[in-house]
């Protein structure tokens, strides 16, 4: 994942010209889905690390059940009652 990531990152570097590789309208979608995999990926580790700190584990869940609880909590509407 950090190779990704720096891969990622040299890719979206601007060009000696001033241009972005996001410019090239060939090279466009694949650095967006690579944009879309690290997030996902990240997102899923920083759930993963939470549940854990919380006391429950999570080496039971894919990846994909992950996600869907990440999604879920966070739009649960969660406001505190005004005192």
Do not use: C, F, H
Request: glycine share 4%; net charge negative.
């Amino acid at each position: 994942m950090d190779e990704a990531r720096a891969l990622n990152e040299w890719l979206l570097k601007p060009l000696a010209d001033g241009s972005s590789p996001l410019d090239d309208a060939a090279l466009k979608p694949t650095l967006l889905r690579l944009r879309e995999t690290l997030d996902y990926a990240d997102g899923v580790s920083k759930v993963r690390e939470e549940l854990e700190q919380a006391g429950l584990p999570s080496e039971r869940l894919t990846d994909e059940q992950v996600a869907d609880l990440g999604r879920r909590i966070a739009d649960a509407p969660l406001r505190r009652a005004a005192a």
